[in-house]
């Protein structure tokens, strides 16, 4: 049982370039969630998930794009990088009613990405 | 608007002291979820506990307990005898039914030995 995945863990990227950051799951949580954690601001949501092919705007969407195709897996892209996405990001998944759970979030062990 | 605030940035203690970590928030919501998170160097969130704003019922786990007050907006984490392996950031967070987390900026916590 591995969790939430994350691929790759570690990025540089030139300023322009795009990328895309793999989320992967295997606890059939239905929310999956993207985060960015710079200093001093804590954790901050991008987008989420709350179900297959659904996807909503966190609280900073600007300059990323999410697609959930797969029920297990949630991507983050960045179509042109820029170095203010210069951050450690978090995938999180979690089930629908908190209640099911005890650990209501999981989440991987982070992207580090610079962008130059 | 949801929001939470830890406003310690930054604690040091001793080696068997007790510490207490604040974290005040803000929800229009009545029932909501409130959760705190450490993060040790090595980066990984662990989760500590959730708390149910119906359940104001403070609760201890070892070392560790928390003090939920709605009185107050409050829900503050204590680490009795505070050890080194305690050395981490811990992150308060807050999320409403629509699943959506809201996290605090994290209060580092270097347990000196």
């Known amino acids: 049982n591995a969790g939430v995945t994350q691929t790759p863990k570690f990025r540089v990227l030139k300023t322009g370039q795009s990328m895309t950051l793999l989320c992967a799951q295997d606890m059939n949580h239905e929310y999956m969630y993207w985060y960015r954690q710079d200093p001093g601001m804590g954790l901050r949501l991008i987008h989420y998930?709350?179900?297959?092919?659904?996807?909503a705007k966190g609280e900073v969407p600007d300059g990323y794009n999410v697609s959930r195709l797969k029920k297990q897996n949630f991507l983050l892209g960045l179509e042109s990088a820029a170095p203010s996405q210069t951050s450690v990001y978090f995938c999180a998944s979690s089930y629908r009613r908190m209640l099911i759970s005890n650990q209501p979030q999981h989440f991987g062990d982070g992207t580090r990405l610079s962008i130059l | 608007a949801q929001k939470v605030t830890q406003a310690q940035t930054e604690i040091s203690v001793v080696e068997k002291e007790d510490v207490t970590l604040d974290c005040v928030y803000e929800?229009?919501?009545?029932?909501?979820?409130l959760f705190w998170y450490k993060q040790p160097p090595s980066g990984e969130l662990v989760f500590l506990i959730r708390r149910n704003s119906f359940d104001e019922q403070n609760e201890i786990s070892g070392r560790y307990s928390w003090n939920f007050q709605k009185s107050t907006s409050s829900f503050n984490f204590t680490i009795t005898a505070s050890q080194v392996v305690d050395s981490a950031v811990y992150f308060c967070a807050l999320s409403n039914t629509g699943n959506q987390f809201y996290f605090g900026t994290g209060t580092s916590l270097t347990v000196i030995p």
């Open positions: 998930s709350v179900g297959e092919g659904t996807t």
């Open positions: 929800t229009r919501d009545t029932t909501y979820y």
